[in-house]
């Protein structure tokens, strides 16, 4: 529902003196019909939605990724970067079978790039390390939105630097909707559907932070991948927002450098997990946890419909709980760190007077057919490791673009081919592997089917220390037998050191 009518008929209130609380009481009550009256609420702190411009059918995008700075220590404004703003960037919303364009200038100063992560799109169109953009120029990626609604994101990818920028701040959600999805969800930006970017920091007491100018990570933060004990969402510290009293959509994003976060609520209350990584699940799934690792994302529903007005809870991560699962051996002992180890709140949600929508979570999904196992035409072996002060996939690292990227990671794949990656971690911590392009399907996991919360379609996996998870890939869309995807690590610092692969997808 479309909140503009509301704040119009607030504003006209107020300006002729009406005070606010009746009208909210009678908004709903009095009427016996719920409905969003989101007008007297505070908005959630969320960052603004772009719909972009339509132009001669395409619809035009602007990002201007810039410098700026945010009072996150009070008194010591630290240096960030931004899309049109001085921290992260707008909320894009794109609509399934439209064409979008995105003009991408950079006033950083510094190359860098914009990678759509989630979407699939031409290798040219990508925003990978390969699509370079130098400083003071423009980069133009036009690409037909073809997947079905789901929450992506974008950040930047630029060679060895991907980790810095975007702990300097440069990310953004990508929303895609979708005309034809029949389930009915909260959709209200802002009101009802709030997405929230989850990301650690490491702040020092004057505002710098490992990645500030002049600083030089050190092999821990390399190894283990940056993290800290300041949490931010949406780019706001200890953030706190009104929600409407009944059901509310979260879109999570991790978008922190290393950290994995094992998200619940305060009160122990259970919520409704309904998309992954790569849209609606194929079931609803009533849970009180989940877990993320950096670049993955979750869909969930929260009903705030018993909740008093003025009541709090907060969104915590029981990082204690998946402890064992993240680290083991050496790694939980010297490169794990007390959060991981407890429990922290990350976001305050505050029960407001208004009611929300008198929507109920789905009680199904559309189903989701899944490969087997006996469809690839090909497996391979993808081996994540870590050894001494290095990382690796299948004992090599991307350390330069083109043709020195070795043959164990550098892969050409036919189109329309199916095939199965066997990801095995052969470290002590954990490793989200993100692929591009393709949405994947999770086989198994040590054996075992996945849950339904890991059985949709995604595009970053958690995999655990000793784990084995098989993956099925399909390769379908425009060939390129000259621009390449990555696969990398979604620990930023492991993707810089070179924990990254590439393949084309050529014709057959
Ligand atoms: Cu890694």
């Not at 510094?110 to 130098?134: C, F, M, N, R």
């Not at 990082?319 to 051996?329: A, H, I, K, N, Y």
């Not at 559309?366 to 996939?393: H, K, N, Y």
């Not at 998870?469 to 390769?475: D, G, Q, T």
């Amino acid at each position: 529902m479309d909140p503009r009518p509301s704040r119009r008929r607030f504003l006209q209130l107020t300006g002729a003196g009406v005070v606010v609380a009746p009208l909210v009481g009678c908004g709903d009550d009095a009427t016996g019909q719920d409905h969003v009256d989101a007008a007297p609420m505070p908005a959630f702190p969320v960052p603004p939605l772009d719909d972009g411009e339509l132009v001669g059918g395409v619809r035009v995008f602007r990002l201007r990724l810039q410098s700026g700075s945010v009072e996150w220590v009070t008194g010591f404004p630290t240096a960030t970067y931004g899309a049109n703003g001085d921290v992260l960037g707008p909320t894009l919303r794109f609509r399934r079978g439209e064409r979008v364009r995105l003009e991408v200038e950079n006033a950083l100063g510094e190359a860098s790039t914009l990678h759509w992560h989630g979407l699939q799109v031409p290798a040219a169109s990508d925003g990978g390390p390969y699509q370079s953009i130098a400083a003071g120029a423009t980069w133009v990626s036009e690409f037909d939105v073809v997947q079905p609604a789901m929450t992506a994101w974008y950040h930047p990818h630029q060679m060895h630097e991907t980790g810095r920028q975007v702990y300097m701040g440069l990310a953004g959600m990508i929303l895609v909707e979708d005309a034809a999805q029949a389930v009915e969800l909260p959709s209200t930006y802002g009101v009802d559907d709030l997405p929230l970017v989850i990301q650690d920091r490491r702040l020092a007491a004057d505002g710098t932070h490992p990645y500030s100018p002049g600083n030089a990570l050190a092999m821990h933060d390399m190894m283990a991948g940056l993290r800290g004990s300041i949490m931010l969402v949406n780019g706001v510290r200890q953030l706190r927002g009104v929600v409407p009293r009944g059901l509310v959509r979260l879109r999570l994003l991790n978008g922190s450098n290393a950290r994995a976060y094992n998200l619940g609520f305060s009160d122990g209350r259970s919520f409704v997990q309904i998309a992954g990584d790569g849209g609606l699940l194929s079931a609803p799934v009533t849970t009180t946890r989940v877990l993320l690792s950096p670049g993955e994302r979750a869909e969930v529903l929260v009903d705030f419909g018993a909740d008093a007005p003025g009541a709090t809870v907060a969104l915590a991560s029981y990082s204690g709980e998946v402890f064992s699962q993240l680290f083991t051996g050496v790694m939980g002992t010297n490169v794990a760190d007390a959060l991981d180890r407890m429990t922290f709140e990350l976001v305050t949600f505050e029960v407001g007077a208004a009611r929300a929508t008198s929507l109920a979570p789905p009680t199904a999904l559309p189903p989701i057919e899944r490969m087997t196992a006996d469809q690839a035409v090909r497996v391979r072996p993808i081996v994540l490791s870590m050894t001494g002060p290095s990382v690796a996939i299948n004992g090599a690292r991307m350390t330069a673009l083109g043709d020195a990227v070795p043959a164990a990671i550098n892969f050409r794949i036919p189109n329309g081919s199916i095939e199965r990656w066997d990801v095995s971690n052969d470290s002590f911590m954990m490793h989200p592997l993100h692929i591009h392009n393709r949405h994947f399907q999770i086989l198994d996991i040590d054996g075992q089917p996945p849950p339904v919360a890991l059985a949709g379609w995604k595009d970053t996996v958690l995999v655990a220390p000793g784990q084995v998870v098989r993956l099925m890939l399909r390769f379908e869309g425009t060939t390129d037998a000259a621009v390449p995807y990555m696969f990398h690590c979604h620990i930023l610092e492991h993707e810089d050191m070179g924990m990254m692969g590439q393949f084309y997808i050529v014709d057959p």
